[in-house]
């Protein structure tokens, strides 16, 4: 049995979430294990999990931003978005210049509205769309505000294939949560007239969890180790340590005095260096949200 905190797996290829999470489940010797956000099967990269009082934080912490590189290619649509998906239409994409892609991935930079893939977890009247999209419906999903902090084109790269050239672009992505990134292909291709989807996607950020942080499953098994919980709240939310009095009026679930560290979340700390809970600030007075530490 492992103590309460955050683990941070490199997800292999080929892995669902809830795979990493069976795996880790065993290896911590507790089922109480969760992650902060999904990544599809295949994706690689980071994946933040919670073991035991952990997983109170998952909720929040998949609000953080994220950080992706990615390869997407130009001239074939998928009816995934993905490599994953069966191809769809197929154009000559050799007439695309590199300035066009730049100007086009710049395009997709700022907030911008993006529709998510068919094949998402989105809920259409109660119905997953994926599950829709599966049976052959094609719904229709609601644009969304995300923000692109980051759509850096890094390398740009003529593929021959035997019905004209692809192109393949290798990028930097920094988005806020719940922006698809094989969205971001199809919209660059279809803004580019060639159709598009992503071919190879690896998450290196969440939020304060880079991908120097994470081990391997293979390295897990032979040491597991997490990050306790008192740090990762630390690296994730601003700090504020309180008096006697108000740890036990959090930790009852009472309010306490707004502090200065923002609106929140922010992680409350007894003087021992104990996190007591997470809390938002209201007008004129701070609430608790999580309770790691019970009266």
């Known amino acids: 049995m492992t103590d309460s905190g955050v683990v941070i797996v490199d997800k292999p290829a080929d892995w669902t979430s809830h795979d990493v999470v069976a795996r880790t489940r065993r290896l911590a010797g507790t089922r109480k294990v969760g992650h902060a956000g999904t990544l599809d099967p295949m994706a690689t990269g980071v994946l933040v999990l919670g073991i035991g009082k952990g997983t109170k934080l998952l909720g929040h912490l998949t609000l953080t931003e994220k950080a992706y590189t990615a390869t997407l290619r130009l001239g ?13 239409t197929r154009t000559d994409a050799s007439a695309v210049a590199d300035e066009a892609v730049l100007a086009g991935a710049a395009a997709l930079t700022g907030t911008i509205s993006q529709v998510p893939p068919q094949f998402s977890a989105i ?4 119905r997953r769309a994926y599950k829709s999209a599966r049976s052959g419906e094609e719904v229709e999903l609601a644009s969304r505000e995300v923000t692109v902090s980051e759509f850096a084109v890094e390398d740009v790269r003529r593929v021959d294939g035997p019905d004209g050239a692809f192109v393949d672009v290798d990028a930097r992505v920094t988005c806020s949560s719940g ?23 690896r998450r290196t950020r969440v939020g304060p969890y880079d991908i120097s942080q994470a081990r391997t499953l293979e390295q897990l098994a032979e040491e597991f180790t997490a990050v306790p919980l008192a740090q990762a709240v630390a690296s994730a939310f601003p700090v504020r340590v309180l008096d006697s009095d108000e740890v036990r009026r959090i930790a009852h679930g009472n309010r306490i005095s707004p502090g200065e560290q923002g609106p929140g979340p922010v ?12 809390a938002e600030d209201r007008p004129g007075y701070a609430k608790p949200i999580v309770v790691f530490e019970a009266a």
């Not at 809920?123 to 109660?126: C, F, I």
């Not at 279809?190 to 071919?199: E, F, I, K, N």
């Open 76 to 88: 074939l649509t998928t009816n995934t978005d993905d490599a994953e998906g069966e191809a769809g």
């Open 123 to 126: 809920k259409v009247d109660g």
């Open 179 to 201: 922006t698809y990134i094989r969205a971001l292909a199809r919209d660059l291709g279809a803004a580019l007239g060639v159709g598009g989807h992503l071919t190879a996607l």
């Open 267 to 278: 992680g409350l700390f007894a003087q021992d260096g104990t996190v007591v809970a997470l």
